[in-house]
């Protein structure tokens, strides 16, 4: 597997001193295997240091509470919402609360849900033909 650019996929990168997946949130303990599974395979190749795992509401740790445990070295935060798509939470929820959150020493950025990532729409495509045999 190549690039994203010999992939064709136009991208835009910045790079942040720690990202934050935030995940919806759910009291079903079962409901946060997958984002736990993906948060542990993130931080074995990037390093705890540089990713955390916050839920939006439903269980924790908030995205409040992992902003509170950053490193004081931690200057550029961006948060990648794990959703398929910019419903309320991501147009008004999330971003009151990261106006909250902003400090004069830290900046926090929210990205695309990640189900606007071209890649995560060609996985989805992939799997949907695999469900119809046309893989």
Not at 62 to 72: Q, R, T
Not at 98 to 121: C, F, T, Y
């Given at each position: 597997m190549g690039n994203r650019e010999t992939l064709g996929i136009k991208m835009l990168h910045k790079e942040y001193d720690h990202i934050i997946l935030l995940a919806h949130g759910s009291p079903d303990p079962l409901w946060k295997q997958p984002?736990?599974?993906l948060y542990h395979h993130v931080t074995q190749t990037y390093g705890e240091n540089n990713?955390?795992?916050?839920?939006?509401?439903?269980?924790?740790?908030?995205?409040?509470?992992?902003?509170?445990?950053?490193?004081?070295?931690?200057?550029?935060?961006?948060?990648?919402p794990l959703f398929l798509a910019v419903g309320r939470h991501l147009r008004q929820d999330?971003?009151?609360?990261?106006?909250?959150?902003?400090?004069?020493?830290?900046?926090?950025?929210?990205?695309?849900?990640?189900?606007?990532?071209?890649?995560?729409?060609?996985?989805?495509?992939?799997?949907?033909?695999?469900?119809?045999g046309k893989v």
């Open positions: 984002f736990e599974s990713a955390s795992l916050a839920y939006m509401e439903l269980t924790s740790p908030s995205l409040e509470d992992v902003i509170a445990l950053l490193d004081k070295d931690v200057r550029s935060v961006a948060v990648l999330v971003p009151a609360q990261i106006a909250e959150l902003q400090r004069d020493d830290l900046h926090i950025e929210l990205l695309s849900p990640i189900g606007d990532d071209e890649l995560v729409k060609q996985a989805m495509q992939t799997v949907i033909a695999h469900h119809l």
